[in-house]
């Protein structure tokens, strides 16, 4: 059964002495099976974009996160802890083939509220280019 909830996503990007952070705040659904928790939220865009659809699956094992993209450029990146996964990631001007090292995954949520973090380090041609950090904060409505 899917919950309606608020979703509040923290991303951290770095590279070196270099520091990024975006929010968002929106709403979603939240779906949880018997391996894993299925957060669908829609991403706004500058008009006249269309908003991507975003489906970020968490298996409760805490080994993997998937998060698919769709819309007018679509991606798929698999995070797995202490694994590098080549993803194919679709921009207006082409895809990109990314590596995409999982360091860790973290779940907290107690089926009312809580949250997920993971870091995974994303390298294109085997250079590193960001590690990063995302935090999803949840509560079911």
Do not use: W
């Not at 996503?9 to 705040?25: A, F, N, P, V, Y």
């Not at 090292?101 to 380090?121: A, M, P, Q, S, V």
């Amino acid at each position: 059964m899917n919950k309606n909830t608020l979703i509040k996503i923290t991303g951290t990007q770095r590279l070196g002495s270099d520091s990024d952070k975006i929010e968002m705040t929106t709403v979603g659904t939240l779906e949880e099976t018997e391996n894993e928790y299925i957060l669908k939220y829609k991403e706004e865009n500058e008009p006249p974009l269309m908003p991507n659809e975003v489906k970020l699956s968490i298996t409760k094992d805490e080994n993997k996160v998937e998060m698919l993209r769709s819309g007018r450029v679509g991606s798929l990146l698999i995070i797995e802890r202490s694994k590098r996964n080549l993803c194919n990631y679709a921009t207006e001007f082409g895809d990109i083939l990314m590596g995409i090292y999982g360091r860790d995954i973290e779940n907290t949520f107690d089926g009312e509220k809580g949250c997920f973090t993971f870091g995974y380090d994303i390298d294109v041609n085997g250079a590193l280019t960001s590690q990063n950090e995302v935090k999803v904060e949840l509560k079911i409505n």
